[in-house]
């Protein structure tokens, strides 16, 4: 078992033929501030991840050089919830306990996979911290749908499989292996309707979508949602994705501004480039994400 999941299907063809499709020179930030969400005490209540506290250690320190001259630096630390913005899910952030099958965890690995003193074993992010590079397909289903205004799918809107293959028909697009898949569904736009509160019901993937991603072979999945699964979740693409075909989730994603370049030249694939933290045995990493076209 590659501890990389279907992150291993990118090989170095694969990155080489993504390259290609760089044509403007075009480079879109895919990654909210680790400020995001802008909420109180915590990033997402339902969530438990604390928001991000920052805290100056140097402040405008005098230090004098030989010369006679004084260098000023400063410095801070940081804490943050490594799933509280813009981020991947390592495959050892979700499991099941499943009696029909063996293990908890992507291929096959046992609760023991996750270290008593916190951390996983081999499926932390660090595996996937050597970058993603890749071809990205951007999935605009709010501009499929009709719904460029108000500019996000409503609540109960599930991403069937065969939303999917429509819009892959329409666009003349064909998925193919080792490929990343960017869906939009215009949460930020909705969850600002929604007076910054986070909506009961969520516009997302459906289980069935599975069955795309599956067929193709995918390396990689994300939304700008917080769950890329529809809400009430199913957790079709988290068991049947993350867990079954280790295929790396995404959430939170900034695509907005992407989703407007690909409408402005009708072109909707792009070279993504994401570097997650290198911390060992983490459940997730911000994504650290561009968009190249």
């Not at 990654?31 to 405008?60: F, M, V």
């Not at 939009?184 to 599975?210: E, H, K, Q």
């Not at 995404?250 to 911390?279: H, Q």
Request: aromatic letters at 6%; charged letters at 20%.
């Amino acid at each position: 078992m590659d501890r990389r999941g279907a992150v291993a299907r990118i090989t170095p063809v694969k990155v080489a033929a993504a390259a290609r499709l760089v044509r403007l020179g075009q480079v879109i930030p895919l990654s909210h501030p680790l400020t995001w969400p802008p909420r109180g005490g915590e990033a997402d209540p339902r969530l438990k991840r604390p928001a991000l506290r920052r805290t100056a250690i140097d402040h405008n320190t005098v230090i004098p050089l030989p010369d006679g001259r004084y260098a000023v630096t400063n410095d801070d630390t940081v804490q943050f919830a490594l799933q509280g913005s813009s981020h991947w899910d390592s495959l050892a952030h979700f499991g099941v306990l499943d009696p029909a099958v063996s293990g908890v965890f992507y291929g096959g690995r046992g609760l023991d996979e996750i270290d008593p003193a916190g951390g996983a074993r081999t499926l932390g992010i660090d595996a996937v911290a050597g970058g993603i590079v890749t071809r990205a397909i951007v999935f605009d289903v709010v501009g499929f749908l009709g719904r460029a205004d108000p500019g996000f799918l409503t609540d109960e809107t599930r991403i069937t499989d065969t939303m999917l293959e429509a819009y892959l028909a329409r666009h003349g697009l064909t998925l193919e292996e080792g490929d990343a898949a960017l869906v939009y569904t215009g949460f930020v736009a909705r969850w600002a309707a929604n007076g910054g509160v986070i909506p009961a019901l969520i516009a997302g993937l459906d289980a069935s979508s599975m069955r795309i991603w599956r067929e193709a072979g995918i390396a990689a999945l994300a939304s700008d949602n917080p769950t890329l699964d529809a809400v009430p979740m199913d957790y079709g693409i988290h068991v049947e994705g993350l867990r079954g075909e280790g295929i790396l989730l995404g959430e939170y994603w900034k695509l907005d501004e992407l989703v407007r370049a690909c409408r402005g030249d009708e072109t909707y694939e792009c070279l993504l480039v994401s570097a997650p933290l290198n911390i060992p045995g983490a459940f997730g990493s911000p994504c650290n994400a561009l968009a190249i076209r």
